[in-house]
């Protein structure tokens, strides 16, 4: 039994090791000499203000150097083009998922009015109506950046891929998409949502080689900001 636990931790070890130029950060979430591994999921996880943001953007520049694909999960919507670029990424290189989208819309003229509420000549302004707007549940972005993923791999198989979720607490799955804010979230829906994002994530990040990087709230007391 030995033997068989012995060589199947040896058969799983990373491939591919990510070298950044912070060895102390390569102790805690990898290796203290090869760096961070390729295929692991990472939590970053920190109080407000903690540099959670910014220590995952330096870990995709070293990525990006290293020579890999970058992606960036937005629930934030903290992402600052930049900001990124201060860190040494190009944000026209990021493939980035936000979970809002506005759709339809369409534009038409109105006249604008004087005191006493005549037309003013020649004077007219554009009133758009941006429509209806809809909000991708946490499932779709998921969804969106996996394609991603696959179509990166189904170009070149053997590609390095950094993935950043910025953040776990913001993102909505479908099961409260709908319910209003003072219905709160069922319980245990949130894990179970987690729970079957990283049946997912898993497997494919350590078949693929790639670097999926979760950024995390601590709290004080379960269940509060």
Same mark, same amino acid.
């Given at each position: ?5 012995k060589h199947?931790?040896v058969?799983r070890?990373?491939a591919r ?5 912070w060895?102390?950060l390569h102790?805690v *979430?990898?290796d203290?000499?090869? =760096?961070i591994?390729?295929? !692991?999921?990472?939590? /970053?996880?920190? %109080?407000?203000?903690?540099a ?6 330096q870990?995709s ?16 919507f ?5 900001w ?8 026209e290189?990021?493939a980035?998922?936000f979970?809002? *989208?506005v759709?339809?819309?369409? =534009?038409?003229?109105?006249? !604008?009015?004087?005191? /006493?509420?005549? %037309?003013a000549?020649d004077?007219?302004e554009q009133?758009?109506?941006?429509g ?7 499932e779709?972005?998921l969804?969106?950046?996996e394609?991603?993923v ?6 070149d198989?053997s590609c ?6 910025d ?5 909505l799955p479908?099961a409260s ?10 319980q ?12 997912k ?9 790639v670097?999926?990087?979760l950024?995390?709230?601590?709290r004080?007391?379960?269940?509060v900001?």
């Open positions: 039994i030995k033997k068989g636990l199947r931790s058969e070890q990373p090791w990510l070298e950044t130029e060895p102390l102790s *979430v990898g203290p000499v090869r =760096g591994p390729y295929g !692991k999921i990472i939590e /970053i996880s920190g %109080p407000p203000g903690a959670k943001t910014g220590l995952a953007l870990i520049a070293a990525a990006k150097v290293d020579g890999a694909k970058n992606g960036w999960c937005d629930f934030e903290a992402w600052d083009d930049e990124s670029a201060a860190h040494g990424l190009d944000p290189q990021v980035r998922f979970p809002d *989208v759709s339809g819309g369409s =534009g038409r003229k109105k006249k !604008k009015t004087g005191k /006493i509420g005549a %037309p000549e004077e007219d009133e758009f109506d941006i209806k707007r809809h909000l991708l549940s946490a779709e972005v969804k969106e950046a394609t991603w696959e179509s990166k791999l189904s170009t198989p390095k891929i950094c993935l950043v979720i953040s776990l607490p913001a993102m479908e998409i709908d319910r209003d804010l003072d219905e709160g979230q069922p245990g829906g949130f894990a179970n949502f987690l729970t079957r994002m990283l049946q994530w898993v497997p494919l990040c350590f078949t693929h080689n670097l999926l990087i950024i995390n709230h601590t004080t007391k379960p269940g900001s």
